[in-house]
């Protein structure tokens, strides 16, 4: 139990919705965003390794689905700062029961969720809104290296997106169709 957050479970184990809970009074309010002795109950054990921050300008765009591979996995803990976004969380742990499922959620700054992703989850995420402020907490620093993605676009995935892609990168848009060879990541 957190004086601060309360943590929302989702379908998929270990994935789950944080709700802040600010403090205020007639000058505004208090928002803890991350406090490491709260979450540690929570899954998270590691110190935070970067902070990333994203701009996206235009209604419609999607970001995704990133992850890194082994021993690079990360924990992510994603909030929206400014407008709307409908963000998505794809299993691909190995050994899990729901294995290249999918959950998403509304993040707003008016509704004080974050995600908290586990390892061996893909990220993503669609504008619902212009102008989308993002907020990136991850348990360990970004290695090319390591990077995997999957496409938001494959039909073994399924994912429904709520509006027609605007924009995408590049980078996004080419990443592989899966195949049978896939098998997931060890977490």
Known sequence: MSDRFDL???????????????LGDERGYLER??????LA????????SQINRT?????????????QRPPYTEMKLITCLKGEVW???????R????????H??????ENKCSYLLPEGFAHGFQTLTDEVEMMYCHSQRYMPTHELGLNILDEKLGINLPLAISEISGKDRVFPMLNNEFSGVSV
């Open 33 to 38: 965003m991350f406090c490491a002795d709260e």
């Open 95 to 102: 050994d899990s029961p729901t294995f290249l499922q999918w």
């Open 55 to 67: 701009l996206t300008v235009k209604k419609g765009t999607f970001r995704g689905l990133h992850m």
């Open 8 to 22: 929302i479970p989702t379908p998929l184990a270990g994935l789950h919705l944080l709700k802040r809970k600010p």
């Open 87 to 93: 963000d998505v969380a794809v299993d691909v742990r």
């Open 41 to 48: 109950s929570f899954g998270w054990q590691q110190p935070i």
């Open 104 to 109: 998403a959620v509304i993040l707003s700054a």
